[in-house]
């Protein structure tokens, strides 16, 4: 079959780099769970755990790889045999396995953490990768810190790696260090650079410490990635992952970049609750997509507009995303026609002078209120309860 050149794979890695951060710990039966909806969901790679890590996590990975048949099961390495090995058992049972190891790849990394050289990091890597394609043959290698890399040592590096048999290489941006034009840049140098580049997918895995992870996500596939890693929720370490559902909306919603996903969209809503309630991490209500505030609509001049034509403020459907609906919110900032949609829904049609009339009253209460739901839209038209 012909590959597809515009198909973006998903990596999801909320079960990995999601489930490292603190208090979001879950137990195999709810990784299991989440797995089979991520499954669901239309993800192309689970990453379900790095197995060295503690035997929980060896035997979630053991588990889901009995679950799940559709998506790739990936663990996660270190670049040595140990990691490998205890990687290589735990994906036993995996219809797709595949194995992902790496090493830093910033001479910050490589000085300050591994205490080493380029030199012998690069051999480091290659071995990994020679050893892990002996027993699986699906390798994804990440190069740490790759935002932080000297773009030629990079290129080296990818080219060595793919060499010995990475069918699969992830530059992360470890630190949520980069701008989008230098992430950007970096995927392009490795396109035009490597010669060998064409026998692997780039794949791009970016955090989010300066508030970058999607865009610098995009910029990386606009420039010639196919494969994104992210997480349900933007979950992850410190200031969290790339959120899947924000760059699976973008490249819907920007159809001109040419790009697609095979992920139902739909299911974002419901799967972004779960993990939430799982992982007992609140979803922020402004979050893009899932946030309780993402289709709520709470000034007049917005109302109004919204009300006239939904999409003179909507750029996505709550429907496509499994969102409820969107929401007309009544606050002191409304304006009487949202305060007349609400009002009509409930039953009541007033003329110009009588929605007038009810406005004044509305502004009185609602300068004394957060906001205001359809008991005290009742009890200011006169009524208890609605019949
Ligand atoms: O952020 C990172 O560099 C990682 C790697 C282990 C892929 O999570
Ligand atoms: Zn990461």
Do not use: W
């Not at 050289?117 to 394609?133: C, G, N, S």
């Not at 793919?162 to 941006?173: K, R, Y």
Request: with cysteine; proline share 3%.
């Amino acid at each position: 079959m012909l590959h597809d050149p515009n198909r973006v794979y998903v990596f999801d890695t909320t079960l990995r780099d999601g489930e490292q951060v603190p208090g979001c710990q879950l137990t195999t039966p709810e990784k299991i769970e989440i797995a089979k909806e991520l499954e669901a969901l239309g993800v192309d790679v689970i990453e379900a755990g790095f197995p060295i890590s503690s035997p929980g996590d060896f035997q979630s990975v053991v588990e889901l790889s009995k679950a799940v048949s559709e998506p790739i099961i990936c663990a996660l390495t270190r670049a040595n045999k140990g990691d490998i090995d205890s990687a290589v058992a735990a994906l036993q049972y995996a219809k797709r396995p595949r194995i992902h190891t790496g090493i830093g790849s910033s001479d910050m990394h490589i000085k300050h953490k591994f205490n080493s050289t380029r030199e012998e990091i690069l051999e480091r890597a290659v071995e990994a990768v020679k050893y892990a394609k002996k027993s699986v043959e699906d390798i994804e290698f990440y190069a740490e810190d790759a935002g932080r890399a000297d773009v030629r040592f990079l290129a080296q590096m990818v080219e060595a790696v793919i060499a010995a048999g990475a069918t699969v290489v992830n530059i992360p941006d470890t630190n949520g260090y980069c701008l989008p034009d230098q992430y950007g840049s970096k995927i392009k140098f490795l396109k035009e650079n490597v010669k060998n580049i064409d026998q692997a997918i780039i794949s791009v895995h970016c955090h989010n410490d300066l508030g970058l992870a999607t865009a610098n996500s995009i910029a990386g596939l606009q420039n010639g990635a196919r494969q994104i890693e992210g997480t349900i929720n933007g979950i992850g370490e410190r200031a969290g992952n790339t959120s899947i559902e924000e760059v699976v909306m973008i490249l819907k919603t920007h159809a001109i970049l040419g790009l697609h996903t095979n992920i139902n969209t739909k299911n974002f809503y419901e799967l972004s609750r779960m993990v939430s309630s799982q992982m007992r991490m609140p979803v922020q209500p402004n979050k893009a997509i899932v946030g309780s505030n993402a289709f709520a609509h709470s000034s007049g001049i917005h109302q109004d507009g919204f009300l006239k034509n939904r999409e003179n403020y909507e750029i996505i459907r709550p429907e496509d995303v499994g969102f409820p609906d969107a929401s007309i919110v009544l606050t002191a900032r409304s304006g009487r026609h949202a305060l007349k949609f609400h009002l009509e829904r409930l039953g009541f049609n007033l003329n110009k002078e009588e929605l007038s009339e009810v406005y004044h009253r509305f502004l009185t209460v609602a300068d004394s209120k957060l906001d205001i739901n359809d008991q005290d839209l009742l009890l200011m038209m006169g009524k208890q309860q609605l019949a």
